[in-house]
């Protein structure tokens, strides 16, 4: 029988214990000290299928991307972002809702993996989606970090002038609120 035209739905009770566990790890990465950085280094395995997981359940989208985006430094300064861009691009993919502050700051994320992983194109497209979204749903904060992730890029671009652009709208934005 194929069941692939209606897929079995996980349990409720089993939906609700991996939210907890998603919990769990925001408790565990609130704070990221460098003990606790070491004592993630060691159970990042752990973390990231917890994040795989939870991506692939709408219920559960929005738990699991704070948890990416808590985890973000580590995972950047770890040395990990080369197997988080393809789980930042399902977050965004599997994304309930499009225009929203978290769905900017998940692209805003992704962008800068990507400059890490010198997808220059790639980085600058996703930073100027999140700066259009920022103006449509007027929110400062992402405009601010939009700006940021901006004036980072075009540092990296050797840009100067650009990213005194970028890095001035910022700091007139950060001054104002």
Avoid at 29 to 56: C, V, Y
Avoid at 141 to 158: D, F, G, N, V
């Amino acid at each position: 029988m194929d069941n692939s035209a209606n897929p079995i739905q996980p349990d409720p009770d089993f939906l609700k214990s991996i939210q907890a566990g998603l919990r769990y790890w925001q408790s565990k990465t609130k704070r990221l000290s460098p003990e606790q950085m070491q004592w993630l280094d060691g159970r990042h395995k752990n973390l990231h299928q917890a994040i795989e997981f939870g991506l692939t359940q709408p219920g559960l989208w929005q738990d699991t991307v704070e948890l990416l985006l808590q985890t973000f430094d580590f995972s950047e300064s770890g040395g990990y972002w080369p197997e988080w861009i393809p789980v930042l691009e399902k977050a965004l993919a599997n994304a309930p809702k499009r225009k929203t502050l978290l769905h900017g700051r998940i692209q805003n994320r992704l962008g800068q993996l990507y400059r890490l992983d010198r997808r220059i194109q790639e980085a600058e497209e996703q930073h100027n989606e999140a700066l259009a979204l920022a103006d449509k749903i007027a929110s400062d904060e992402l405009l601010l970090i939009s700006y940021t992730c901006l004036a980072e890029l075009k540092l990296t671009q050797k840009n100067v002038e650009q990213t005194r652009k970028f890095g001035k709208l910022g700091l007139a934005l950060a001054n104002a609120l």
